[in-house]
Structure formats: structure tokens, C-alpha cells
């Protein structure tokens, strides 16, 4: 059972950045896909990132595009999500996610709130 662990998430005013990490029990596998998803209250949780752990690769949802940048740390175990130009409809509870498929989690975290004033 693989457990993850989110933190950085926090109140910020519209326009400004937060960071927020992830950290893997055990170490990915070049064949996982580390994703970070979002849900707003009643809406169902939609896709933000993803990255292909062995190749690097990233992947995003056309609504951060060109705002959030999702990275790794190997050494840890760990990926980030930097994110800039946050606007209030950012708002949600972030959620990572361990799976072998972009858009898709197999294991999840318990979540990190982000919300965004105007």
C-alpha cells in the first residue's frame, strides 16, 4: 500500500503563488504517473498535472496551463506542484495521486485545502 503525504496548501490572495509537495511512501517506478487533482466544493475532482515519473514528462489541464509547474525530486520520493497567478476559481481541496495513467490514481492523499481571495 503506497502512502502520500500533501503539504503547502494555505490561503492566498488572487495573483499570488503557493507550492505545494507530495511524498511517496515507497519510491515511484519509471512506469508510475505521479498526478495532482482538485475539487471545488460541489463539483466533482477534475484533473491538474501529471508526470510520467521515468521519463519526466508533464502533462497539464488547459485551465493552468502556462500558471503551474509540476517537478520531481527524486531523492525524496517527491513531487511539487508550483503555482503562480492563482485566481479564486483555483480554490479546492488538491489532491495527489499514484497511478500508471494520466488522469487516472490508484492510490491517493488525504488532500490539501488552496484558497484563493479576490
Known amino acids: 500500500q503506497v502512502q502520500l503525504a500533501e503539504s503547502g496548501g494555505g490561503l492566498v490572495q488572487a495573483g499570488g503563488s503557493l507550492r505545494l509537495s507530495c511524498t511517496a511512501s515507497s519510491r515511484p517506478l519509471s512506469s508510475s504517473v505521479m498526478g495532482w487533482f482538485r475539487q471545488a466544493p460541489g463539483k466533482q475532482r477534475e484533473f491538474v498535472a501529471a508526470?510520467?515519473?521515468?521519463?519526466?514528462?508533464?502533462y497539464y489541464a488547459d485551465s493552468v496551463k502556462g500558471r503551474f509547474t509540476m517537478s520531481k525530486d527524486s531523492a525524496n520520493s517527491a513531487v511539487h506542484l508550483q503555482m503562480n497567478n492563482l485566481k479564486p476559481e483555483d480554490t479546492a481541496v488538491y489532491y495527489c495521486?499514484?497511478?500508471?495513467?494520466?488522469?487516472?490514481?490508484?492510490?491517493w492523499g488525504q488532500g490539501t485545502q488552496v484558497t484563493v481571495s479576490s
Open positions: 508526470l510520467r515519473w521515468g521519463r519526466g514528462s508533464t
Open positions: 495521486g499514484r497511478g500508471t495513467n494520466i488522469g487516472e490514481a490508484t492510490f
